[in-house]
């Protein structure tokens, strides 16, 4: 098996996609929560992708992603038996799950793919763990079954009622707040919109949240200084100081701010590649 080498390709929806890539030296490693950088090709950009899983013995690593950008968009044309350029990690810090017994993570949309480790990596050591998984509609739905599997309970909601309950996530953990249940952390991960609002009903009911933040990153190592946002009033780097901050000391309006930077230059760039036919492989 080649390094780096695409071993199983999965379609989740028609933009989101569930690779298994061949790294042994990252899979080694790797805990929930953290993420690696890599290129499609020499010539490519460098970009995160939060692990979705790992297989040590195997030497496998799993990358769940949406073909949003040109990189994603490259990913998405990749095969089994292709090779990614190059893949670093694990990076950024593990989840901390200690002292924990009860917790809600709360996904939105592809951030269920990047919520999915973490919440199956807290249930594997005994945490108590309650899922709420939302989407715009019933085509997005993605790793229903997988939840169900490994978590203890999940509830679907929907923006448009689709599927599951008609919702937003945030009313759903109201909902379960409101009823008596007790969390000794609510975790957040997606849009950093639902992250915000998340962790402020988390405040607002007095409990401890997190936010799993994804931001822009170059070097990985906190040198570029890409991914920095503010944390309590200090300036921290995601990829070395997090991914995971207190979702109550987050300055949310800078993170969406910051997050919406270069939202021009994506859409001409995904624009451009959608238009490539051959091209795309050649440097896969």
Not at 105 to 134: Q, R, S, T, W
Not at 149 to 155: H, K, L, S
């Amino acid at each position: 098996m080649k390094r780096f080498e695409i071993v199983s390709k999965r379609v989740l929806n028609p933009t989101i996609t569930w690779v298994k890539i061949y790294a042994p030296l990252v899979a080694r490693h790797a805990k929930p929560g953290q993420f690696v950088i890599l290129r499609t090709d020499e010539h490519g950009e460098r970009i995160p992708l939060t692990m979705a899983g790992h297989d040590s013995e195997e030497g496998t690593i799993d990358l769940i992603f949406q073909a949003v950008g040109r990189t994603t968009l490259m990913m998405q044309q990749m095969e089994v038996g292709d090779c990614l350029a190059d893949v670093v990690g694990p990076l950024g810090k593990p989840s901390k799950m200690d002292g924990l017994k009860k917790v809600c993570v709360v996904g939105g949309g592809v951030g269920n793919a990047l919520a999915y480790p973490l919440a199956i990596g807290m249930h594997k050591e005994g945490i108590h763990v309650d899922m709420i998984c939302g989407f715009r509609t019933k085509d997005l739905v993605i790793l229903e079954d997988e939840f169900r599997a490994g978590v203890d309970r999940v509830f679907e909601v929907t923006d448009d009622g689709t599927y599951g309950e008609k919702a937003f996530v945030t009313d759903k953990l109201k909902q379960l707040l409101d009823s008596g249940e007790k969390y000794d952390e609510i975790v957040a991960v997606g849009p950093a919109i639902m992250m915000k609002f998340t962790c402020k009903v988390a405040e607002d009911y007095g409990v401890p949240s997190i936010a799993s933040l994804a931001s822009y990153m170059v070097d990985g190592t906190g040198m570029c200084g890409c991914c920095r946002a503010s944390v309590g009033g200090e300036t921290k780097f995601v990829c070395v100081d997090g991914p995971d901050f207190d979702g109550a000391k987050v300055d949310w309006d800078l993170f969406v701010e910051r997050s919406n930077y270069y939202k021009a230059q994506e859409d001409a760039e995904r624009e451009h590649v959608c238009k490539l036919t051959g091209g795309v492989r050649e440097h896969a």
